[in-house]
């Protein structure tokens, strides 16, 4: 029990560092060598200004300095990436899957909304997620990682890229041709698939893949049905690739099994 007290922790520290990363990766600035700053007035903020959701709610949403209102999709994302690592704790144990599914779910977090609100992916988070994915591909060799379903074969992480990187790049050269654009499909989209095809390897990254293109076109769909989208409007595919991702690493067996029994009947 005192594993979820101290991976909450964990979580909320890491979800602070996701709100730095989000905050200045599209600005290009970068994010560990300078302090962190009021984003109204400036000040340099002193760590305990900086404790996760703590000193949101004791400064009651207020910079200490100006007095400026504080955005509450801070903590939210704190909270988030900590509760997501809970439910992977539960889901897991206390295993490496549970270690590198809370790593990829965190990159896939800044992904999720950084590609929301300015349309990119970064690179860097593609070189953090590839790190990771070397890391496990190494350890699979000696120790079955679940992900693979049991599949010790070197070459899975790297089969799950060509599932996943290699289909979205020939959807977007096909998407080039024929809408003679090179903006179809980003290229953020077809980079990020590498790390997530390494740490699902080649099977949960085809449903991962599914799901995304199941659940981007069935929200787009309602986005446009309500009048938040207009038809001719770029909707960004990264948020339904890291839910498919996130949904697919941890149920991607289940539903594999699932589609297998339903085929035997
Ligand atoms: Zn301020």
């Keep these: 029990m005192e594993y979820y007290l101290i991976v ?13 990363c989000i905050y200045r990766m599209p600005k290009e600035e970068s994010v560990i060598m300078t302090p962190s700053r009021c984003t ?15 000193s949101y709610v004791f400064l009651k949403g207020k910079c200490r300095y100006c007095g400026e209102g504080v955005s509450a999709k801070y903590p939210l ?3 988030l990436n900590a509760a997501v690592y809970i439910f992977l704790l539960y889901r897991f ?3 490496v899957e549970f270690a590198a599914a809370s790593y990829l779910a965190s990159i896939l977090i800044a992904v999720f909304f950084i590609d929301l609100k300015h349309y990119i992916i970064p690179d860097q988070l ?6 990771g994915g070397i890391l496990l591909m190494v350890y699979n060799l000696f120790y079955p990682v679940g992900f693979y379903g049991g599949d010790r074969s070197w070459w899975n992480p790297l089969a799950g890229i060509l599932s996943g990187s290699g289909f979205l790049f ?9 809408y003679k654009t090179d903006e179809a499909m980003g290229m953020g989209d077809v980079k990020i698939l590498a790390p997530i095809g390494m740490f699902l390897g080649w099977k949960l990254t085809v449903v991962a893949l599914l799901l ?15 009048n938040i989208k207009k038809r001719r ?7 339904f690739i890291v839910l498919g991702t996130l949904i697919s690493m941890v149920w991607g067996h289940d539903i594999i099994n699932w589609y297998i029994s339903r085929l035997m009947a």
């Design 93 to 95: 144990g206390l295993s």
């Design 170 to 178: 020939l959807v977007a050269v096909i998407g080039m041709l024929i």
């Design 126 to 131: 593609v070189i953090a997620g590839l790190a």
């Design 77 to 79: 994302i704190e909270l």
């Design 212 to 226: 995304s293109v199941l659940l981007g076109g069935i929200i787009s769909i309602i986005l446009i049905a309500v």
């Design 233 to 239: 409007d770029a909707i960004p595919f990264g948020p």
């Design 8 to 20: 909450f922790c964990v979580g909320l520290a890491i979800g602070s560092f996701l709100n730095v």
């Design 40 to 54: 109204s007035c400036g000040t340099s903020l002193k760590p305990l200004d900086l404790v996760p959701v703590i």
